[in-house]
């Protein structure tokens, strides 16, 4: 996994998150597994190459797993998916009708997870 010349764990961590598409993988997974197809629709139609180059990243890091249903969190894809509430309570909370929440207009944000 590339990362941090420093080789620091939380260093790789961050490269992988901010990984465009990584989190939203990981937040559509909140309730379950999920099929190639279905998770390519909850992120809004991504790629299919960028789409399998972050599953695989993903599950090369151990927080994806792909089985019989789709992809799933393993427990630690779960433990990290955890540490994105407190940021998603601050979000709803701190960003209500922000002009980067929808769309541009304030209060035409999508309300939704």
Do not use: Q
Not at 4 to 26: C, F, K, Q, T
Not at 29 to 48: H, I, T
Not at 85 to 112: F, I, K, M
Request: one cysteine or more.
């Amino acid at each position: 996994m590339r990362g941090s010349a420093s080789g620091r764990p939380v260093m790789i961590l961050l490269d992988l998150l901010g990984r465009r598409w990584a989190l939203r993988v990981l937040w559509e997974l909140r309730d379950g597994a999920l099929s190639f197809r279905a998770l390519r629709e909850r992120c809004d139609d991504v790629s299919p190459s960028v789409l399998n180059t972050r599953l695989a990243e993903l599950r090369e890091a151990g927080v994806l797993a792909a089985g019989e249903e789709g992809y799933a969190l393993t427990p630690a894809g779960a433990e990290l998916l955890g540490l994105l509430h407190p940021l998603h309570r601050w979000a709803d909370a701190h960003l209500e009708g922000h002009p980067l929440r929808g769309g541009g207009s304030p209060g035409s944000g999508d309300t939704s997870d």
